[in-house]
């Protein structure tokens, strides 16, 4: 029996959609424009607030450094890893720069550097990856949720966040951050879903450095861009360049106004590269060519601004060098105070498990004071 | 004085009211779910809520228990306190990386800075005809992950005494509820309700001394129906609920053991690596000079949990709990 043949199935059946059903006439304007934005080198780049580039070239040239710090410190073993984000700078320091003081940022393991450009001292930022600790900071005094190591699970917690905020009638905006590789996980469906549905006020920004460990994009996902994932989650999306840190500045403080005016989530993809390795275990040069490095260096963030910048007479000589020190400045005691070797208690590791500890955890702590005591008796 | 009358209620009225005293005492109190707000639940328990407080304190979230677990994360760390529902045992396992990697672990990644005061609603185990992925008893999965408390009722009283205290508490908190007890009756009262120990607490509920049966939950009421078919065959059975499988109340245990010389142990889940396990290794551990018999469990079936109409020969029942109670009857 065909659908025709059904009973009652004349010229009205499918006639009038059932209740339930409810096109959407507004997918449209969420789609992403088919270019990532920009503003470096085009003509938008003459609004540009001098005073705010200034300090976005400032903290650039910081992070660079940054940047090179840790990874050295991860060669002299002062580190346990280090995942890089030379290249990404521009993203880290754009999604730091666009928030209020209330507002909350929602990082990877990757995003240390969002964190210290945020005002987070940078020991405090390695803690989790120098291994004495695995927070290095009370995250509500600086409004830094800790660095979450498995992928895409800070998304729900940031929309959580925002959304007991606005309950709360408080101003807050969550930012949450994830890469490429994060966008596969359930997590990040089910926070974008929710984070919708609540219409939250959360951002959540798509680093996409184009390899997830090795996994090039192309075998992440079959999606046309990651900002499509928006479309159906009914929020916007937005397709930026990543290294253009004016153009990933804009994207993102459009879409925290959007959020603190109760417009609901926006979901931003910046394309941008990891020119380093995922961290020191790994060999990029298993996975993709010299070549392809090469050109995303000539789109290198620090380079992108600083030309844009000098061109218009907004940065000199004076300037470039005032950074490089302050920068320099900052390794300096990083490298300092990283070489100072952490203090350890061990009896910490039965603090903070529960509010009051259990008579099981006593116990253990009693065995290892004992053994604690007889060490330093022989 | 006025006395209020107390009348029958059933420890799906008992759970519910804890919950709505709770957000009456405290606005951050936040219950959330799937179902739980206009339908007030699958099985109810939430009734009411979403009419009385709103549905920004009582939200039906959408299907996803990731999320929803993920989500009161956050909530968790701006200052609520959620209180979420997984709706059934076997639901619960999207949301393992949440509570495992997250939800445990908040107040030790960040040196008590930041914990976690979410209580986890868990409705669990058999007994009440369910298909696949109604009835597990994943308690051991929960026990097994430090930072968790883990509390399950087995009376009316204990349904709203525990659960209070589970969501007063600043740690996470799994509560299960054994379903298949949701229709029990007892004489209480909603207005003035009994003070009933915290978490942590095991009590004794029947006193006996010729051997211990220790269990807890849906097992409570079997335990104590054997207890008193017992009698018959001259075994004077005292019965401990631990009430809290997480901290495990080692005191009341090893006191009743050591005062009977014998126990079996007995729960619905799977027995292999089961909470079964642990509680035998402790009681071996500390009650060796005293036992007069090998320590025994009764026990589910190491197998996925049965289809309902074959449930009643996994669960322990009154027959198995008499058979085992006899071979402790010890002869070297």
Same mark, same amino acid.
């Given at each position: 029996?065909t659908?025709?043949?059904?009973p009652g199935?004349?010229a009205?059946?499918?006639?009038?959609?059932p #209740?339930a059903?409810?096109?959407?006439?507004?997918?449209?304007?969420?789609l992403?424009d088919?270019e #990532?934005?920009?503003?470096?080198g085009?003509p938008a780049?003459e609004k540009l607030?001098p005073?705010l580039?200034?300090?976005?070239?400032?903290?650039?040239v910081?992070?660079?450094r940054?940047n090179?710090?840790a990874?050295?410190?991860t060669?002299?073993?002062?580190?346990?890893?280090?995942?890089?984000?030379?290249g990404?700078?521009?993203?880290e320091i754009a999604a730091a720069l666009v928030?209020?003081?209330q507002?909350?940022?929602f990082?990877?393991?990757?995003?240390t550097?969002a964190?210290? *450009?945020r005002?987070l001292?940078?020991?405090?930022?390695?803690?989790?990856?120098r291994?004495?600790w695995h927070?290095?900071?009370? #995250?509500?005094?600086?409004?830094?949720?800790?660095l979450s190591?498995p992928?895409?699970?800070q998304?729900?917690?940031?929309v959580?966040l *925002?959304h007991?905020?606005?309950?709360?009638?408080?101003?807050v905006?969550?930012?949450?951050?994830?890469?490429?590789?994060?966008?596969?996980e359930?997590?990040?469906h089910e926070?974008l879903?929710?984070?919708?549905?609540w219409?939250a006020?959360?951002v959540f920004?798509?680093?996409?450095?184009?390899?997830?460990?090795?996994?090039?994009?192309?075998?992440?996902t079959?999606?046309?861009?990651?900002?499509?994932k928006?479309v159906g989650?009914g929020?916007?999306?937005?397709l930026?360049?990543?290294?253009d840190?004016?153009?990933?500045h804009?994207?993102l403080s459009?879409?925290?106004?959007?959020?603190?005016?109760?417009?609901?989530?926006?979901?931003?993809?910046?394309?941008?590269y990891?020119i380093?390795?995922?961290?020191?275990?790994?060999?990029a040069?298993?996975?993709?060519?010299?070549?392809?490095?090469?050109?995303w260096?000539?789109?290198d963030?620090?380079?992108?601004?600083?030309?844009e910048?000098?061109a218009?007479?907004?940065?000199?000589a004076?300037?470039?060098q005032?950074?490089?020190d302050a920068?320099?400045a900052?390794?300096?005691?990083?490298r300092?105070?990283m070489n100072?070797e952490?203090?350890?208690d061990p009896?910490?590791?039965f603090?903070n498990?529960? *509010?009051?500890?259990?008579?099981?955890?006593?116990?253990?702590?009693?065995?290892?004071?004992?053994e604690?005591? *007889?060490?330093e008796?022989? | 004085?006025?006395?209020?009358?107390? %009348?029958?209620a059933?420890?799906a009225?008992?759970?519910?009211?804890?919950?709505?005293?709770a957000?009456?005492?405290?606005p951050?109190?936040h219950?959330?779910?799937e179902d739980v707000?206009?339908?007030?639940?699958?099985?109810?328990?939430?009734?009411g809520?979403?009419?009385?407080?709103?549905?920004?304190?009582c939200?039906?979230?959408?299907?996803?228990e990731?999320?929803?677990?993920g989500?009161?994360?956050?909530?968790?760390?701006?200052?609520?306190?959620?209180v979420v529902?997984m709706?059934?045992?076997?639901?619960?396992?999207?949301?393992?990386?949440?509570?495992?990697?997250?939800v445990?672990?908040m107040?030790?990644?960040?040196?008590g800075?930041?914990p976690?005061?979410i209580?986890?609603?868990?409705?669990?185990?058999?007994?009440?005809?369910?298909v696949e992925h109604?009835?597990?008893?994943?308690e051991?999965?929960?026990?097994?992950t430090p +930072?968790?408390h883990v509390?399950?009722?087995?009376?009316?009283?204990?349904a709203?005494g525990l659960?209070?205290?589970?969501i007063?508490?600043?740690?996470?908190v799994?509560?299960?509820?054994?379903k298949?007890?949701?229709?029990s %009756?007892a004489?209480?009262?909603?207005e003035t309700?009994?003070?009933?120990?915290?978490?942590?607490?095991?009590?004794?509920?029947?006193?006996?001394?010729?051997?211990?049966l220790?269990?807890y939950?849906?097992?409570l009421?079997?335990?104590?129906?054997?207890?008193?078919?017992?009698?018959?065959?001259?075994w004077?059975?005292?019965v401990?609920?631990?009430?809290?499988?997480?901290?495990?109340d080692?005191?009341?245990? =090893?006191?009743s053991?050591?005062r009977?010389?014998r126990? =079996?142990? =007995?729960?619905?889940?799977?027995g292999f690596? +089961?909470p079964g396990?642990?509680?035998?290794?402790?009681?071996?551990?500390?009650?060796?000079?005293?036992?007069?018999?090998p320590?025994?469990?009764?026990t589910?079936?190491?197998?996925?949990?049965?289809?309902?109409m074959l449930? %009643?020969h996994?669960?322990?029942?009154?027959?198995?709990i008499?058979d085992? =109670?006899?071979?402790?009857?010890w002869?070297n």
């Open positions: 029996m659908v025709q043949e059904l199935a004349g009205s059946y499918r006639s009038t959609p #209740p059903w409810r096109p959407r006439t507004d997918a449209a304007p969420l992403p088919p #990532p934005y920009r503003v470096l085009t780049a607030d005073e580039m200034r300090r976005c070239y400032a903290e650039l910081r992070g660079r940054y090179a710090q990874t050295a410190l060669r002299q073993g002062r580190l346990a890893v280090y995942p890089s984000t030379v990404q700078e521009a993203c928030l209020e003081e507002d909350w940022l990082p990877s393991y990757r995003d550097l964190a210290v *450009a005002g001292d940078p020991v405090q930022a390695l803690t989790l990856l291994g004495d927070t290095g900071y009370d #995250p509500r005094e600086h409004r830094i949720a800790p190591t992928l895409a699970t998304l729900p917690h940031a959580g *925002a007991a905020a606005r309950l709360r009638g408080d101003d905006v969550a930012l949450a951050l994830v890469g490429d590789g994060g966008t596969s359930g997590d990040f926070a879903n929710f984070a919708a549905v219409q006020p959360v920004l798509v680093q996409n450095n184009g390899f997830a460990i090795s996994v090039p994009l192309a075998k992440q079959a999606a046309p861009t990651l900002a499509h928006a989650y929020m916007p999306g937005r930026v360049d990543g290294n840190i004016a153009a990933v804009e994207v459009e879409a925290v106004r959007r959020a603190r005016a109760g417009g609901g989530p926006t979901l931003i993809e910046a394309i941008t990891r380093e390795a995922h961290t020191n275990a790994d060999d040069t298993r996975y993709r060519g010299d070549a392809e490095v090469e050109a260096k000539a789109h963030p620090v380079e992108l601004l600083e030309r910048l000098t218009r007479g907004l940065l000199d004076a300037g470039i005032e950074a490089k920068a320099e900052m390794a300096a005691t990083l300092e105070r100072a952490p203090v350890l009896m910490d590791l603090e498990v529960y *509010a009051e500890q259990t008579g099981r955890l006593r116990e253990q702590a009693e065995m290892l004071r004992a604690l005591d *007889a060490e008796q022989s | 004085m006025t006395t209020v009358a107390v %009348k029958p059933t420890m009225q008992a759970l519910g009211r804890a919950m709505r005293d957000m009456a005492e405290d951050t109190v219950v959330m779910g707000g206009t339908l007030g639940g699958v099985f109810r328990i939430t009734d809520l979403a009419k009385e407080f709103g549905e920004d304190r939200t039906d979230t959408p299907l996803a990731a999320g929803i677990l989500a009161a994360v956050g909530m968790a760390m701006y200052g609520l306190r959620p529902e709706q059934f045992d076997a639901f619960a396992y999207p949301a393992f990386e949440q509570l495992i990697s997250h445990a672990k107040r030790n990644r960040t040196r800075a930041m976690l005061p209580t986890i609603r868990v409705p669990y185990g058999g007994g009440i005809g369910g109604h009835s597990d008893s994943s051991a999965y929960y026990v097994a +930072g968790l509390v399950t009722p087995a009376t009316v009283e204990d709203y659960l209070r205290a589970s007063a508490s600043d740690d996470p799994v509560f299960l509820e054994p298949r007890l949701y229709w %009756k004489q209480w009262n909603p309700p009994a003070a009933v120990p915290g978490i942590g607490k095991a009590l004794v509920r029947r006193t006996g001394t010729s051997a211990t220790i269990t939950g849906p097992s009421p079997v335990c104590l129906e054997a207890a008193e078919a017992a009698r018959e065959e001259g004077d059975l005292e401990v609920d631990l009430r809290s499988l997480v901290p495990f080692e005191d009341t245990v =090893v006191a053991v050591r009977t010389g126990a =079996v142990v =007995v729960h619905e889940a799977n690596a +089961g396990a642990e509680l035998v290794a402790r009681i071996q551990e500390k009650c060796f000079h005293h036992l007069e018999a320590v025994l469990r009764v589910g079936f190491d197998i996925p949990y049965p289809p309902p449930e %009643k996994h669960l322990p029942g009154v027959d198995r008499l085992t =109670v006899a071979r402790l009857q002869e």
